[in-house]
């Protein structure tokens, strides 16, 4: 295995990386009018998660609905299986265009692409005729005695992609894209104007600028093309293609999908029946896992990653023992009290969940990518998410068929699945906080890493595959 992937980054080469980056002075993100337009527009391109999250609740909300069921036939095992899958089926085709665009154009117009197909999309699915914050707003159209109960949330749907485009125009666009599209001034011109409140001269924004510039100078005098095959070439890319997929498969794999897409009939075989209770557990479970998931991106920094990761999966192995066990005792044994600790473990396994997994998937995936390799990065994770999610899907209303009276077997194939989880986050996780995105690369290629030297003291900007810069060198803390 050795000769396949780089060994495991130490904590030494963690602490190297956080030694030799630029001493920043604390700044708040409130107090700085750059960072709080930055923020924003932070939150805006956030949104495009929501739709794969609000896709997710609402298939698993309209099951809930008997207008619904009526519709369409009721629909089980494979047809069921397979109307949950078709999201994650359209979401791979753009492994073959979205790099494309990306490299191209710029990270803004597959944004955009994006966001008028869901758009369409939603409106389409809300006016179909045949089977050619979305808990909540399921709970309140319950009320709604006619087909609308269901249609509604699938129209709004298309609402975080028309916010989106809304916003779009106004969010910036990547300064590396712009360096590396020789497009300097507009790059030198975005760090000012967010990162040094228009002040060019600021030694962020000229550390900044200076070492991405020369940092992409050096991975092109090296002719590393971004190219899928370029995860293959190096240990250090092997290494990080293990961790994309890894990040792609436990994501979904981790027992959440049967909560986001199946929750109704999780709480059925727990003996809740009705659709509004359902809807309205469901709504609370939501409520809770976007508070602690808000709570510890607030801490990320102060916590650490790998933490983070370790807490987050460890507690979902913990949370599935003894939902198996309490599982097994109201099925096997008809214990009443077992089922309402089957409840209260759903809801824990939503709060562990969102510790890490719900939060860092893309920010992790992005620190331990280089810019060369970060659009097809982030493509390879997310078709790994789709492809797995599309799995999961599709093969949990098969296996609810299969395991009727005796769910708690599947609940232990899944625990079995994430105690695997939880041994090669722990063997394989580092932790990324500290150095800026350039100097990351350097926790897992070491000395072979292809990071810029950026000397602000003698104004001299050179290139070297380590950097050497003095522990008493300092400026202000607004990179990103």
């Known amino acids: 295995m050795s000769k396949l992937f780089s060994k495991k980054p130490n904590a030494g080469a963690t602490i190297q990386a956080q030694e030799e980056a630029p001493r920043f002075e604390r700044v708040s993100w409130t107090k700085e009018p750059g960072l709080r337009q930055l923020y924003f527009y932070a939150v805006v391109l956030c949104v495009a998660s929501a739709t794969t999250g609000y896709d997710g609740m609402l298939f698993n909300s309209v099951q809930a609905f008997d207008t ?37 154009f710029g990270r803004k117009v597959p944004i955009v692409m994006g966001c008028v197909i869901m758009i369409v999309g939603a409106v389409l699915q809300g006016c179909c005729q045949n089977l050619a914050i979305v808990a909540w707003l399921s709970f309140g159209t319950n009320y709604i005695p006619n087909e609308w109960s269901w249609r509604i949330p699938c129209i709004i749907q298309g609402l975080p ?72 070439r190096t240990k250090g890319n092997r290494y990080r293609l293990a961790i994309l997929i890894s990040l792609g498969v436990f994501s979904q794999w981790s027992g959440n999908a049967i909560i986001s897409n199946y929750v109704a009939v999780l709480y059925d075989t727990a003996g809740v029946k009705g659709s509004t209770d359902k809807l309205g557990l469901a709504g609370g479970q939501t409520v809770l896992s976007t508070i602690v998931s808000i709570s510890m991106a607030l801490l990320v920094d102060r916590v650490g990653r790998r933490p983070m990761f370790l807490a987050s999966t460890g507690g979902m192995f913990l949370t599935f023992i003894f939902w198996t066990l309490t599982s097994g005792l109201y099925e096997e044994k008809g214990l009443d009290g077992a089922r309402f600790a089957m409840i209260f473990f759903i809801w824990v396994h939503g709060i562990f969940y969102s510790l890490a997994w719900s939060g860092l998937l893309i920010g992790y995936a992005i620190e331990v990518l280089p810019y060369k390799l970060r659009a097809k990065g982030l493509m390879i994770m997310n078709v790994c998410v789709q492809a797995s999610l599309t799995l999961n899907v599709y093969a949990n209303p098969l296996a609810f068929e299969h395991f009727t009276g005796h769910l708690w077997k599947l609940y232990l194939i899944y625990t079995c699945w994430i105690l695997g989880e939880v041994i090669f986050v722990y063997f394989m996780y580092v932790e990324t906080r500290g150095p800026t995105l350039e100097e990351l690369a350097k926790i897992i290629d070491g000395d072979q890493a292809e990071v810029a030297r950026v000397d602000l003291d003698s104004k001299h900007y050179s290139e070297d595959h380590v950097l050497n810069r003095s522990s008493t060198e300092k400026v202000s803390n607004r990179a990103v």
């Open 68 to 104: 619904w069921k009526d519709y369409f036939g009721n629909p089980q095992g494979q047809m069921l299986g397979l109307l949950g899958a078709l999201y994650q089926i359209g979401s791979m085709i753009s492994i073959f265009f979205v790099p494309f665009f990306t490299d191209h």
């Open 161 to 232: 992609s028309l916010i989106q485009l809304t916003f779009i125009y106004w969010v910036p666009e990547s300064p590396r894209y712009l360096i590396a599209k020789d497009k300097h001034d507009q790059a030198l011109a975005m760090l000012a104007k967010y990162h040094g409140n228009g002040d060019a001269q600021h030694p962020t924004v000229q550390f900044e600028y200076h070492e991405i510039k020369e940092t992409l100078k050096l991975e092109l005098e090296h002719k590393n093309a971004s190219k899928y095959s370029e995860f293959l």
